[in-house]
């Protein structure tokens, strides 16, 4: 995957960043943690943008949420890291890193592979959500949480809508994947001829 800071590649960052953003918005009540779309963009962007590429659109993400643009599911600012879900945006930088660049290591990832790259992203996710979310209840919130009510607030409760989002993800990337890379490659052909 191309990691140069291309305009092409500029644009497909701020592309996915918006649509990380207007996923948070997209909302499915469910106890304790909102269910929303972030997670189907954020491991697209790492499929079809490539690992570093995905992670940077997540990256802009948090960073303009953090600077006080009300883009994170509940609001926006910098206090927004003190919240206990703060951990699955963390979490999805890293799983967007992860996940393009276990996809993209070959040139035509297969099905099997995107779906493999997503379900460990999806790992990485929950680990780093429901870990931030025990640190920051116990020791800065101080409202301590047993590992049973953790675990099913933070896992059980989402996690079945996340697995479908990894097949969804899979199967979107498998069909973008060839076009995006026809579109890079029609893009160098046009600047070649350019110059």
């Not at 140069?4 to 304790?32: D, S």
């Not at 409202?143 to 989402?158: E, H, N, Q, R, S």
């Not at 979107?172 to 076009?179: D, M, Q, S, T």
Request: proline share 5%; net charge positive; with cysteine.
């Amino acid at each position: 995957m191309d990691t140069t800071f291309t305009t092409q590649n500029i644009i497909r960052c701020a592309l996915f960043t918006a649509l990380i953003a207007v996923g948070a918005f997209i909302k499915i009540p469910i106890p304790v943690l909102p269910f929303t779309l972030q997670f189907l963009f954020t491991m697209l962007g790492g499929l079809l943008l490539g690992g570093k590429l995905g992670a940077m659109s997540v990256l802009a993400y948090i960073a303009l949420g953090l600077m006080g643009l009300p883009i994170f599911a509940d609001g926006g600012g910098i206090a927004y890291a003190l919240r206990p879900t703060f951990g699955y945006l963390i979490g999805f930088c890293i799983a967007s890193y992860i996940t393009g660049t276990i996809a993209n290591k070959v040139g035509n990832p297969t099905l099997k592979r995107l779906l493999v790259a997503n379900f460990i992203g999806l790992v990485i996710v929950y680990f780093c959500g429901t870990l931030y979310y025990w640190i920051i209840s116990d020791f800065v919130i101080n409202t301590p949480i047993g590992l049973w009510p953790l675990i099913f607030y933070c896992v059980i409760l989402a996690v079945p809508g996340d697995i479908f989002l990894c097949i969804i993800s899979a199967f979107l990337g498998k069909r973008l994947l060839p076009i995006i890379k026809k579109s890079k490659t029609h893009y160098k052909l046009e600047e070649e001829r350019l110059s």
